[in-house]
């Protein structure tokens, strides 16, 4: 009984410590995207772009290929690190997918 106890409260606190590490990496995400966005997209549209009612961007895919798109026409240094956060970013913020 003493080993179930043992092993399930392990389970728990590896559980518990792996949603808190990507809670973690979320958030870090999250304001590194915010960052990146408020830096360079700001200047070309307003947030009402993700606002809209006629939006056209309906899946994550679609947000990541938006995303790459504006980067290249603004000519924005970003790695794919950088893109993968403002989406993330846009993604929590506006879209939930």
């Known amino acids: ?41 700001v200047k070309c549209h307003t947030d009402s772009v993700y606002t809209r009612e006629d939006r056209f961007i309906k899946s994550k895919e679609a947000l990541n290929k938006q995303v790459n798109r504006c980067k290249e026409n603004v000519g924005v240094a970003w790695f794919e690190e950088d893109v993968d956060a403002v989406v993330h970013f846009l993604n929590e913020k506006y879209y939930k997918f």
Do not use: D, P, V
């Open 1 to 41: 009984m003493k080993k179930i106890y043992l092993s399930a409260l392990t389970s728990l606190a590896l559980f518990m410590f792996s949603s808190f590490a990507q809670a973690e990496k979320n958030a870090e995400l999250y304001e590194h995207g915010k960052t990146e966005h408020n830096a360079n997209c």
